[in-house]
């Protein structure tokens, strides 16, 4: 395989300490596919991505087969902050409308709403209890000078969603139960909910499979080639033939599979500290009761919430190398910032601490479309760590293209995946990009 990071990365090291899988008392294992397997759809990946483009399938009557390396949320959809909200794109609108034009754009931030309607929907229907919190989000200006990015905030979100967004002085965040001397203004985007992301994976996991689809875990597809008009995945002990293949790999892909992606996805790393529950006395010493999940306005940003079982989530953008070393330098970095934002929890443990690859695009938008230059292949990525909703639609998206029924995807999610620069070393991108953004974000 190609990939991108140290052997760390795609090993269980990051998530050994992660909190969500505490939070499931019986994960079942699905075996590994042996033998030859045909079927008429084969899905690599069974994070939201994937799931969500089985599940679409396997309820249109399609024969779909998944294939996972691992488990089913084994990757970033198991591992997230569960910030399930608008986004997906880096490009911001003038960008996409320069780019669009203005009824794309529209289509495109309006794919970003059904997104989250999208994922509620589903929940509901499967009858999957994620945990549920936080109406909508609130974006938290971490200087004074940030305060007129909330209102530019509040101003995109009143065109492109035409809903109005409360935008908060620092004096009344308090009264808000946001206390922290660290924030000095706040907008709230009263669109999405927080939700615990292993659950909603396991949840549709099981809903693909009762619908219809085989799914099966320790699975890595190891090589992938074409043979009388079918895609073969080979994996360690079995293959399998499908007409139509999707690629659901985001993040954790790798560059010869297949090599028309190769250089035009770059995984970057995030990663989340979770305390022990707090009290009702260090709630109250901190100030911050606030059941609102929120981000701050660094470009390299903090997203945290209280969850209903009083933990805290914080999480953290970050980290260029996925090592021992590493880990434990950002697990450092996370709990001075943790620290230094919520004083009064100082003394407070945080037990839980992992990461995972995201995935980012050179045009930074998302992408659901097909594989360029390979028939009957589909791929959705590059939701730039926003892609609990986004990640989800993605796939549904890709099901719809494949059976031509379902919503039409816009054409801002189609736009052809730009390689990035220096191909197979493209990651070592990252330092700069971090180091201005480290520039931007000085107080
Ligand atoms: C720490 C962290 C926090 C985040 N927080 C948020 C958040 O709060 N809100 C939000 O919206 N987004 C968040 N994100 C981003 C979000 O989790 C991802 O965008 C989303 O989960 C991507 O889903 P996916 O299905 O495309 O990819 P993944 O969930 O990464 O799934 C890809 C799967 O492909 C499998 N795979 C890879 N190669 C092969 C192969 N060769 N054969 C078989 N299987 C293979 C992997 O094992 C993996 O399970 C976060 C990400 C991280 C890492």
């Known amino acids: 395989m190609k990939r991108l990071y140290e052997p ?3 090993g269980t090291g990051p998530i050994a300490e992660s909190f ?18 045909r079927a008429e759809v084969a899905v690599i990946g069974a994070g939201f991505t994937g799931l969500n483009a089985a599940l679409a399938l396997a309820e249109a009557g399609r024969d779909v087969v998944v294939l996972e390396a691992e488990q089913p949320g084994w990757g970033a959809s198991g591992r997230n902050g569960g910030f399930c909200c608008l986004g997906g794109a880096k490009a911001g609108p003038d960008q996409i409308l320069r780019q669009f034009g203005d009824a794309e754009t529209r289509a495109y931030y309006r ?3 059904a997104a989250v309607d999208h994922v509620g929907a589903l929940l509901d229907r499967h009858g999957i209890e994620a945990d549920l919190h936080s109406d909508g989000e609130t974006l938290l200006a971490f200087r004074p000078k940030d305060v007129k990015v909330l209102e530019g905030v509040a101003e995109d979100i009143r065109r492109w969603q035409q809903v109005d967004c409360e935008v908060l002085p620092q004096a009344a ?19 999405g909910f ?6 909603y994976a396991l949840g549709l996991a099981k809903a693909a499979v ?20 079918d895609h073969l995945l080979t994996t360690d002990q079995g293959r399998v ?3 139509t293949l999707v690629i659901a790999t985001n993040g954790y892909g790798s560059d010869d599979l297949p090599p028309a992606l190769a250089g035009r996805y770059l995984p970057v790393q995030s990663n989340v500290l979770v305390t022990r529950p707090l009290t009702d006395a260090e709630i109250a010493a901190q100030g911050w009761s606030s059941r609102q999940m929120c981000y701050d306005t660094r470009h390299l940003l903090h997203y945290f919430r209280l969850m209903p079982n009083r933990r805290m989530l914080f999480g953290l953008r ?6 021992p070393t590493a880990h434990d330098q950002t697990r450092a970095i996370a709990r001075a910032d943790f620290e230094r934002i919520f004083p009064a929890w100082r003394h407070v443990e945080t037990p839980y601490f992992w990461s995972g690859l995201l995935c980012l695009s050179r045009g930074l938008m998302p992408y659901a479309g097909p594989v360029p230059g390979v028939d009957n292949a589909f791929t959705a990525m590059a939701y730039h760590g926003n892609g609990v909703a986004m990640g989800s639609y993605a796939g549904h998206l890709l099901a719809a293209q494949i059976t031509g029924a379902g919503p039409a995807t816009p054409a801002p999610l189609r736009a052809p995946l730009k390689r990035f620069e220096l191909g197979r070393w493209r990651r070592a991108l990252l330092p700069l990009a971090y180091a201005f953004y480290g520039l931007q974000d000085r107080g």
């Open 8 to 10: 760390m990365a795609y």
């Open 20 to 37: 969500w899988p505490t939070t499931v008392p019986d994960i079942p294992a699905h075996p590994a596919v042996s033998g030859d397997v």
């Open 111 to 113: 794919a970003e709403r």
């Open 173 to 191: 965040l308090a009264e808000r139960g946001m206390a922290s001397p660290e924030f000095h203004g706040a907008v709230t985007t009263p669109i």
């Open 194 to 199: 927080a939700l615990n992301p292993m659950k």
């Open 210 to 229: 009762g619908a219809g689809a085989r799914l099966f875990g320790q699975s890595p597809v190891i090589a992938m080639s074409r043979e009388n008009g």
């Open 241 to 243: 033939r499908a007409r």
């Open 318 to 323: 970050g980290a260029m190398k996925t090592t």
